[in-house]
């Protein structure tokens, strides 16, 4: 009998894995403790003992995480840290480094004056935290740095993005690949920001249909909290997560959002962590919701235009673009949608509110540097030059004044000494300025000391720089090669063709059309004969970012990929990928000329070239942005700043050829001339001439001192005169101006009379009387003016101011006020002439605070 067996039928099984988070943290011995401390503090990035403390821990290590000191910490072996454990000499190292954070942190525990809310879309600090694109962020991280070494009372706010911006590779034809790698925040120096129950500080937005919940992140930065939001957890909707994924990435309706998180949940978070700060500062555009949310909080104590009043005497607008289509705008029905409903949130109608950011009714974009400026009682500018510019921008804001009229000033950008400032120049000043140097940077005269250096030591300095630049750049070409492939031949000629001693010249900067970076490459017969001058040679360093969506810029970067690999050009012309922090330190610091050539007036300021001549790299550049100011005689180079052709292909000609012979004639001679101990006398004396005469006016520590002076002290003194005595000036000025509206259309005048009529000759030294009667309609005299205005007799599109004189108010009666003025004419020629009106009350700051003006 066939026995039957075991017989059944295996059922499926449904099992998905279950996964349980565990953290493995770094076993640091205790002894090493002070390492976390130093680690999680930015003041590491400019402090040359901290960072030389990390790589003493495993140089290969701290190359390969991008010198993140978190990382170093993670990876290097348990082993290695405890033969550092024993090692008497790095514990030493490391005593001391703790020792100079905590002094330095205890020297700055109470901060005095007003204290400062700073806000900005980026922060550039270090490379380990990607939070920034280029000049304005890394501008911001500066400011930051030089806030805590000056001592100032700051607090700061950004976003804290996933992917920040895009790392940069090349690909075998040049063209550029934007890569995209999420920021790990267990390994970047942010820190959840706790209340006092130690729970994490979170914030929300209203957007439609929803809440948008930020988490606020804290960045040590010496003495200076820097605030960080971020969209992306689970307290969001999927849709609203990638919020703050990446910067200045998504489309218009993604930066809506942004600048709501920004300017909105900034204030929120403020709020939340204990802040009344005294002053505001956005730096751009992109922060402009901070005066509505500002406004909202005072509205159940007072009212719209009270509330403006005190919002608009404490906030500061800084902006830093050059053209209109620059400033951040969005349509009228995209903006309804996410902020349709703030309108009555502040007790303004739809048409009311929108006109906080158009400069006309008809406009169908609301614009952020619009609303900033309706929020600032001051704005500025980020260089002399672009101070003018802005006014040209911002023009159609304030009807019935000329552009040079404008309450719009500028403080020139200057960059953080510490971080810039290579080692082997901070030792020289050490020596010939004295010990307490960078602390006596702003006495201008310390400087000067830079001409008892001896010309021989200065040489050896710019030598060993260009050395260390060159063994830098040849591991960081060869590498990024390699990986993609290239012709070995072609690397090895580019490699052995390099060379150390020959005059270098960088140019380093985003890509965009406006910075011509095509201009060198205009007669490329000429160019190959510079650089292949076997007695002079010269070579070209290139290094930039095109941004993703900027296809004229990429091709750009292709072309000079391209004509780098041409037999003439291989190790002549180089372009670098990926330009972060750390490359442009050693190129900034390394090379002997930095080259600019921006299109005027397009550049706001740029602060490359400020880094370079703290390294004593000379400038060589278009007389725009900081180099209008910055430019001495024999200490750097400039092109013209007069445009000959109002055609850009000729002016781009022109241009070209000054710079070759520039070359040809100035600089390359300068540079090889050497006296008998090898040293180029010349060129030494302008390295001397640009450090004595060009860099101290271009320090974050100036740059600060102006911001105080010129904005932050007075701009304080009158907000607490606004907000005294529960807030009675605010008050008083909104009731003024409430009534000045009403009153301002039914102004009658009833005469205009000039003795003899200008419309005839006059002379010199003779008396016209001018009378211009009106009525007030209720107003008295005191409150509004009437000036005569003179400009030259040019075009009225174009005409300037030459003489603005204000009429004394003499007889008024039943509200019929007259005004009159004796002109004495002061200089011969034809000129314009017309009386205007305005709105008087000592308590405003400046005129364009309240708008009003009728020509007569």
């Known amino acids: 009998m066939e026995s039957e067996g075991i017989r059944f039928f295996e059922k499926p099984v449904v099992s998905e894995p279950v996964w349980k988070r565990i953290i493995v943290e770094s076993n640091l011995p205790e002894s090493l403790s002070p390492l976390k401390d130093l680690s999680r503090n930015l003041w590491w990035v400019w402090n040359n003992e901290a960072r030389e403390l990390f790589q003493y821990i495993d140089s290969e290590i701290w190359e390969e995480c991008n010198h993140n000191p978190i990382v170093l910490l993670e990876q290097v072996s348990y082993k290695r840290l405890v033969q550092l454990e024993k090692d008497e000499l790095f514990v030493s190292k490391m005593i001391q480094a703790k020792y100079l954070l905590d002094e330095y942190l205890a020297d700055r525990k109470e901060l005095e004056g007003p204290q400062i809310a700073y806000f900005s879309m980026e922060y550039g600090l270090h490379d380990s935290l990607k939070i920034f694109s280029g000049g304005l962020g890394i501008l911001a991280g500066d400011y930051l740095k030089e806030a805590s070494d000056s001592k100032v009372n700051l607090v700061a706010v950004g976003l804290l993005y996933r992917y920040g911006y895009f790392k940069q590779t090349l690909g075998l034809q040049g063209e550029q690949i934007a890569n995209y790698e999420a920021q790990h925040f267990s390994k970047i120096p942010v820190q959840p920001a706790l209340d006092e129950e130690g729970n994490w500080i979170a914030i929300t937005v209203e957007l439609p249909g929803r809440n948008l919940v930020g988490r606020v992140w804290k960045v040590k930065v010496g003495c200076i909290d820097l605030y960080l939001l971020d969209t992306d957890h689970s307290d969001n909707e999927e849709r609203d997560r990638s919020i703050t994924h990446h910067l200045y990435g998504g489309d218009n309706e993604n930066r809506l959002k942004q600048e709501m998180l920004l300017g909105i949940g900034g204030i929120r978070a403020l709020k939340k962590l ?29 009212t719209f235009a009270e509330a403006k009043e005190v919002v608009r005497a404490s906030t500061i607008f800084t902006t830093h673009t050059p053209v209109p289509a620059g400033h951040d705008s969005f349509h009228v029905d995209l903006f309804k949608y996410y902020m349709g ?23 169908d974009h609301f614009n952020m540097s619009y609303l900033a400026c309706n929020m600032s009682q001051g704005i500025n500018g980020v260089s002399m030059l672009h101070g003018d510019v802005s006014k040209v921008v911002l023009k159609d804001l304030y009807p019935g004044y000329l552009e040079e009229e404008l ?45 008892k250096v001896p010309d021989e030591e200065i040489w050896s300095i710019r030598e060993n720089l260009r050395r260390k630049l060159f063994t830098y750049i040849k591991a960081r070409f060869a590498d990024t090669w390699v990986k993609r492939h290239e012709n070995p031949k072609l690397i090895t000629d580019v490699l052995g ?4 001693k020959a005059l270098t010249i960088g140019f380093a900067r985003r890509f965009a059309t406006y910075k011509r970076g095509y201009l060198l490459f205009r007669n490329i017969e000429r160019l190959a004969k510079i650089v292949n001058n076997p007695e002079f040679p010269v070579q070209f360093i290139f290094a930039g970012k095109a941004h993703p969506a900027d296809h004229a810029g990429q091709e750009l970067i292709r072309n000079i990929v391209e004509i780098s690999k041409r037999p003439e050009f291989r190790g002549k012309i180089l372009f670098v990928q990926n330009y972060d922090m750390n490359l442009a330190k050693m190129l900034l610091q390394g090379v002997d000329v930095w080259l600019n050539t921006p299109t005027r007036p397009l550049e706001a300021s740029g602060t490359s070239g400020e880094k370079g001549v703290m390294n004593g790299t000379l400038h060589f550049s278009v007389l725009d942005g900081w180099w209008v100011e910055g430019y001495r005689e024999n200490a750097g180079w400039a092109l013209p700043a007069e445009k000959a052709f109002d055609v850009q292909d000729l002016q781009d000609e022109l241009d070209a050829e000054t710079i070759y012979n520039i070359l040809e004639q100035e600089i390359v001679p300068a540079f090889y ?28 520590a100036r740059m600060i001192r102006d911001y105080q002076e010129r904005y932050y002290n007075p701009q ?13 000036l605010a008050r008083e000025l909104a009731s003024w101006k409430y009534k000045i509206n009403n009153i301002w259309e039914q102004i009658e005048v009833k005469s205009v009379d000039i003795a003899d009529g200008i419309t005839n000759k006059m002379k010199i030294g003779q008396v016209y009387p001018c009378g211009v009667t009106i009525d007030l309609k209720g107003l008295s ?26 009429l004394k108010a003499g007889t008024c009666k039943n509200n019929i006020c007259c005004y009159q003025l004796d002109f004495y004419p002061n200089h011969p020629g034809s000129f314009n002439y017309g009386f205007r009106i305005f709105p008087k009350n000592e308590n405003l700051p400046h005129r364009q605070d309240f708008k009003y003006v009728r020509w007569i």
């Open 716 to 728: 304080y003194e009158r907000s607490v005169k606004i907000m005294a005595d529960n807030y009675k």
């Open 341 to 363: 409903g703030f309108a009555s949130k502040i007790g303004l109608s739809w048409d009311e509110f929108m006109m906080l950011g158009k400069a006309r009714v008809n406009e």
């Open 407 to 451: 309450e719009i000033g500028y403080v020139t950008n200057g960059v953080h000494y510490s971080t810039w400032t290579a080692p082997e120049w901070k030792e020289i000043h050490k020596k010939y300025f004295g010990e307490q140097f960078p602390l006596t940077q702003l006495d201008f005269d310390v400087w000067k000391n830079i001409y």
């Open 497 to 500: 063709k390099l060379n150390p």
């Open 673 to 700: 001339k050497t006296n008998s101990y090898g040293v180029p006398e010349k060129w030494v004396g302008y390295i001397k001439n640009t450090i004595s005469q060009v860099a101290p006016n271009f320090t974050t």
């Open 781 to 806: 005299c005191d409150e509004v003016g009437v000036e005569l205005v003179i400009s030259d007799n040019e075009d009225p599109k174009t005409s300037r101011i030459l003489e603005t004189i204000e």
């Open 274 to 302: 204990g802040y009344n700060s005294d002053i505001y500062h956005c730096n751009e555009g992109h922060s402009a919701f901070i005066g509505l949310e500002r406004i909202s909080m005072l509205m159940p104590h007072l």
